[in-house]
T-cell receptor, first 114, second 116 residues
């Protein structure tokens, strides 16, 4: 489980705050992902980076802003969030973007927006 | 479009009994199929996957899954359940696209409870 780490594990923020989630993978992978997990809903893919380039943005509101400075680190910058954005945010990585590549997940950040 | 269905929100099984967690999928092409498990306050943990070849796939912790193309199913099984298997289980499907995309489509999850 230490292959993909996420900080912080828990975050409470007001709607006017700005915060950032951090993800780091120690697996030598080239692709990284952000997912949103809400109760009773399938995991929602938010962003995909492959070799530091963003290859996918699944119609995510602009109040979520990803950053991938290198293949090992991924950030999710948050600003002016809404209460419905409260969820578990999961980071994942995979070797490449091949269809059969396994994605490995971090423990997640539990976000609460007040 | 790809989709995954896990028809049971909750599965209860007695310790020592065999368990099955169901998954059906819909893809336009040959699927790659995955099972993940999530324990409380943890991320998703990879269990096993089907890429090609033998329809019976063996994974971690004694779990296995059988790919059935005609029924478009990929049910997760274990011969003898343990209390420690109690968790949330997710089935997922991906499809290699022309752009090299590897998007995983997840089901809504099945909560497995193993009763001592």
């Amino acid at each position: 489980e230490t292959g993909v780490t996420q900080t912080p594990r828990h975050l409470v923020m007001g709607m006017t705050n700005k915060k950032s989630l951090k993800c780091e993978q120690h697996l030598g992978h080239n692709a990284m992902y952000w997912y949103k997990q809400s109760a009773k809903k399938p995991l929602e893919l938010m962003f995909v980076y492959n070799f530091k380039e963003q290859t996918e943005n699944n119609s995510v509101p602009s109040r979520f802003s990803p950053e991938c400075p290198n293949s090992s680190h991924l950030f999710l910058h948050l600003h002016t969030l809404q209460p419905e954005d409260s969820a578990l945010y999961l980071c994942a990585s995979s070797q490449d973007r091949g269809g059969g590549d396994t994605q490995y997940f971090g423990p997640g950040t539990r976000l609460t927006v007040l | 479009a790809q989709s995954v269905a896990q028809p049971e929100d909750q599965v209860n099984v007695a310790e020592g009994n065999p368990l099955t967690v169901k998954c059906t999928y819909s893809v336009s092409g040959n699927p790659y199929l995955f099972w993940y498990v999530q324990y409380p306050n943890r991320g998703l943990q990879f269990l096993l996957k089907y890429i090609t070849g033998d329809n019976l796939v063996k994974g971690s912790y004694g779990f296995e899954a059988e790919f059935n193309k005609s029924q478009t199913s990929f049910h997760l099984k274990k011969p003898s359940a343990l209390v420690s298997d109690s968790a949330l289980y997710f089935c997922a499907v991906s499809l290699f696209s022309g752009t090299g995309a590897n998007n995983l489509f997840f089901g809504t999850g099945t909560r497995l409870t193993v009763i001592p």
